[in-house]
């Protein structure tokens, strides 16, 4: 069964950054669409960028011109930075394949938490 792992959360003030980093197992990964998704506390998962296996990137309206997501085959490894944080941009931080037919390619991964406060 596939996995992702993912790292690079943390605490950082209002207007900071972080670099999140997703590493995937298995051989599926370079020709997966793939995302970063959020839960904060009480509130459902969101979706928050994907990118295709071409490189194609879609951002959610709240993180636009903020974040940036990458990916590196060769790593098998999914990207996501984050700049000019904000308190609201707090929550566990997931990745995942694109929802495709009802379904995600990989089992979900412990998340890593990034909270924005002073």
């Known amino acids: 069964q596939v996995q992702v792992v993912e790292s690079g959360g943390g605490l950082v003030q209002p207007g900071g950054s972080l670099r999140l980093s997703c590493a995937a197992s298995?051989?599926?990964?370079?020709?997966?669409?793939m995302g970063w998704y959020r839960q904060a506390p009480g509130k459902e998962r969101e979706l928050v960028a994907t990118?295709?296996?071409?490189?194609?990137?879609y951002y959610t309206d709240s993180v636009k011109g903020r974040f940036t997501i990458s990916r590196d085959n060769a790593k098998n490894t999914l990207y996501l930075d984050m700049n000019s944080l904000k308190p609201e941009d707090t929550a566990a931080y997931y990745c995942?394949?694109?929802?495709?037919?009802?379904?995600?390619?990989?089992?979900w991964g412990q998340g890593t938490q990034v909270t924005v406060s002073s």
């Open positions: 995942n394949s694109r929802l495709v037919a009802g379904r995600y390619r990989y089992s």
């Open positions: 298995g051989s599926i990964f370079s020709v997966t669409d």
């Open positions: 990118i295709t296996s071409g490189d194609t990137t």
